[in-house]
């Protein structure tokens, strides 16, 4: 992670090369993806190379992730890259949503393949084919497998983490005795994305079901978790499908039940990919750079010893010390560069999102102290250094909840209510965010809001419906959030 020394007095031009986030808020997300070293460009059109400051933050969600589905009693496993297009043909509405994403492989080793191959966009039909073979009896159920990997879909844009051709993902493929099970299942991983998403990425989320026209294709209900961005955009960040017996019947995946009846299985899939990590930047930075929740960060504090004066080798010598005792509590790196100034380091550390800056100088060591300055700003703090292995994960925890709370109060404050479409239309385009209906769920009503407004039914959630559908005056039966979306 070394970059070119700086010179002394150059702090204000360092900060100058991000535009601002509030005026320029794509360019600054691009600036910062690649200033901060989380990812650059390459040349294909549509891949990202992940540099190891943002795949260290990747590691560290796999890490939030894994251990949530390791806990509701998944394991992990791996399936191969290529697929045959005949397995791909299987499920009709799995083809002909995917048709136009898929990458093929037609030639290989100088010559034409009888068969094409299918570059995964996504696990679904590799994944049916095997659980045909191993599951035979009700005994072999449930089938709680996830596999990490790198799925393609053909695109023709790039954003860093946000739309890219391959990217990483995690996809769970479950196999279940019973539709209630598999109902079940699919809830229980939304649960576990909204609760890494606000737990570990510090994101409030919308939680709840995907209307028809937006559901997986093959499944029978999709579920989503839903974030807010901040150009009033939503986010699909984490999705959940309950895909019933349709994958179990064009798979053959039958098994024979207690009653010696053979039934077909029901199966889910969940996944949530890097995506969520460009949500999270984009939620929490600001002007200067990245702000990066504690529970994902590579470096949760940076100590800063401020080496000058005749104390300086004291100084050096305590944050060494400083360091080796955090180490035990927290991710920590010392910053004892003695190229670059104190504030150039500072204003480093804020760009690459480091959430706590631990400072030490002479008069702090004279009087037994550090100065903790949180990245969220809100003011510095001096902590006693005999006290640090608790004031420093205690100042993390206050910072993710602040995160936490900033981001819930942008939230709540960009969802309006529509009764009309009328409203429903003046309210998407004239302020950012979610708008709240309530609608009959019909296509018809669903088109003509789309239509008319230019935004999509984002998420149906638990929350009771009162009053006519916002469409049709018709009864209406849920709540509907509708955004604009990446
Ligand atoms: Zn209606």
Redesign the pocket.
Known sequence: MSRPAARPGDEREFVKEIPAKSEHFSDWYTAVVLKAELADYYPVRGCIVVRPYGYTIWELMQQGLDRRFKATGHVNAYFPLFIPQSFFEREKEHVEGFAPEVAWVTRGGGEELSEPLAVRPTSETAIGHMYARWIRSYRDLPVLINQWCNVVRWEKATRPFLRTMEFLWQEGHTAHRTAEEAEAEARQMLSVYRDFAETDAAIPVLAGRKPESEKFPGAERSYTIEALMPDGQALQSGTSHNLGQNFARAFDIKFLDSDNVEKHAYTTSWGVSWRLLGGMLMVHGDDRGLVLPPAVAPFQVVVVPILTGPKRDDVLAAAREVTRRLGAVVRVRLDDRVEVTPGWKYNDWEMRGVPLRLELGPRDLAQQQAVLAPRTGGGKQAVPLSGLEQSVPAALASLHRALFDQAKAYLDAHIVAARSVAEIVEAVAGRRGFVRAV??G?SA?EQTIRRQSGASPRVITDEAAEGP?A??G?TSREVVYFARAY
């Open positions: 609608w009959c019909a009503c559908c469409a049709c018709g």
